[in-house]
Structures are given as structure tokens and as C-alpha cells.
């Protein structure tokens, strides 16, 4: 700020939680803020957030996110499924677990897999 001319004069002016108090006599002004300081939020005590926004933000597990998943369908599927699901190999074209080969059969696919160059 400048003045415009030898005898301009500028006022301040306190904000909210602000005191000015002039000191003619050792010509300072001091200028002090009260009330900034505030406790934490709670469940049943409002900080910087209600205690609504606490409660809210207690039950949102981390790293959770927005998604809305409306419908799930496996991989030998052919349509959607909501509510309840529950997913077994069948459903995404696996094979269950008491699936099994004949020892044979799984040395000729190495012995083939092998062979393969």
C-alpha cells in the first residue's frame, strides 16, 4: 500500500476473531486472532466436521470405493445374475475342484510340451 500523498491516512480493520489494539504511546499496533484453535470431531461432538460426517466416514472400510456392481455373469454364462450370487467353477468354465487326470495323460502332455521346439 502507498500513500498518495504526505498526509494520506489508511485504517485497518479487524475480521472476525481478530482484535487491533493501537499502543499510542509506544506507537505499535497489535493484532491478535482468537478462537482458532478446535477440538476434534466425534460420533457426539462436532470439530471441523458434524458429528454426522464422523459417523459416516467411521463406516466406509479403507480403500473402499464407489462401485455399484449390479449384475454378475461367469465366464459359461449367457446372462446376468443380481441379488445372491454365488460363483462355482461351472460358472466361469473352470473345472471342479474334484476334477482329475490319469497320470498318462498328463505325461504325454508334458512329453509333448517338451518335444515342441
Excluded: C, W
Excluded at 478446535?38 to 473402499?64: C, P, Q
Amino acid at each position: 500500500m502507498a500513500a498518495d500523498t504526505t498526509t494520506d491516512t489508511f485504517e485497518l480493520a479487524a475480521g472476525s476473531n481478530i482484535t487491533i489494539t493501537p499502543d499510542t504511546t509506544n506507537d505499535k499496533i497489535t493484532i491478535a486472532a482468537t478462537n482458532t484453535t478446535y477440538n476434534d470431531a466425534t460420533t457426539s461432538a462436532h470439530g471441523l466436521m458434524t458429528a454426522a460426517m464422523v459417523t459416516k466416514l467411521n463406516g466406509i472400510a479403507e480403500g473402499a470405493q464407489v462401485n455399484t456392481i449390479t449384475g454378475i455373469k461367469g465366464n459359461a454364462e449367457s446372462s446376468y445374475r443380481t441379488g445372491n450370487v454365488n460363483l462355482t467353477a461351472a460358472n466361469i468354465g473352470a473345472a471342479a475342484s474334484t476334477h482329475t487326470h490319469a497320470g498318462a495323460d498328463i505325461t504325454s502332455a508334458v512329453e509333448e510340451a517338451n518335444s515342441i521346439t
